[in-house]
């Protein structure tokens, strides 16, 4: 089975000091590797997605997160936090490609505090 | 940005009774799916659509659950007798294709309440 686990349930940061947000994952084949944001009373939006390639893939709003095949890690970056980045950040994994579904994890809820 | 709508954002309904979640996806995107997350556990898959047909369903999917596609526009879940567990975020999404990196679209969900 496929899944993601995402070890912190919240993270509190200042503004302007660096966010990490982590993601660990357990499949059997090659993954394919999401992060999806929500904020208040709106739906996930993507952020960004690891295919192949770079090990370090870039996304919307300045996040940016990095592919550790050894440590199967997909953790969630951005450099200089902003108060608007507080929200709740979600990684999901893929597998098979016939695989309709994504595994989604618990959830992370960053605060950024001014 | 295209956004994928979701009515209505709040429904409360006794147990036993009948509802119908309604999403309208992204015009021209082709697969649909429901997910749901109930409260402080994970986001969690429901059920697949494409070409009219369910394409894949997860063990929650079951005979009390439906979705259909009544028209070229909306895309409907229907839990046929609700129960206390059933209540839940029910997120619709759709994606225009189902490569594995394919993004999905979400809703901002229908909060369901079953009392």
């Known amino acids: 089975a496929q899944s993601v686990a995402q070890p912190e349930d919240q993270v509190n940061v200042a503004e302007g000091n660096p966010l990490t947000v982590k993601c660990t994952y357990s499949?059997?084949?090659?993954?394919?590797l999401f992060w999806y944001v929500q904020y208040p009373n709106r739906g996930l939006q993507f952020l960004l997605k690891?295919?192949?390639?770079?090990?370090l893939v870039k996304g919307s709003y300045g996040f940016e997160a990095e592919f550790n095949k050894s440590q199967t890690s997909f953790h969630l970056k951005k450099p200089s936090a902003l108060v608007s980045d507080s929200a709740l950040y979600f990684c999901?994994?893929?597998?098979?490609?016939?695989?309709?579904?994504?595994?989604f994890g618990a959830g992370t809820t960053v605060t950024v505090r001014a | 940005e295209p956004e994928v709508t979701q009515t209505p954002s709040h429904q409360v309904t006794q147990m036993g009774q009948e509802v119908i979640l309604r999403c309208v996806p992204i015009?021209?995107?082709?697969?649909f799916y429901w997910y749901r997350q109930i409260l402080g556990q994970k986001v969690e898959f429901l059920v697949s659509?494409?070409?009219?047909?369910?394409?894949?369903k997860s063990e929650i999917f079951d005979d009390q659950f439906s979705v259909e596609r009544p028209d070229g526009s909306n895309f409907t879940l229907k839990i046929r007798s609700t129960k206390l567990e059933d209540s839940a975020m029910y997120f619709c999404?759709?994606?225009?294709?189902?490569?594995?990196?394919?993004?999905?679209?979400f809703g901002s969900g229908t909060q369901l309440s079953v009392l």
């Open positions: 999404a759709s994606s225009g294709g189902t490569g594995r990196d394919e993004k999905l679209f």
């Open positions: 499949v059997s084949g090659n993954p394919y």
């Open positions: 690891y295919i192949t390639g770079d090990n």
């Open positions: 999901a994994v893929r597998v098979r490609s016939n695989d309709y579904k994504l595994s």
């Open positions: 015009s021209n995107h082709l697969y």
């Open positions: 659509f494409y070409n009219n047909e369910i394409s894949e």
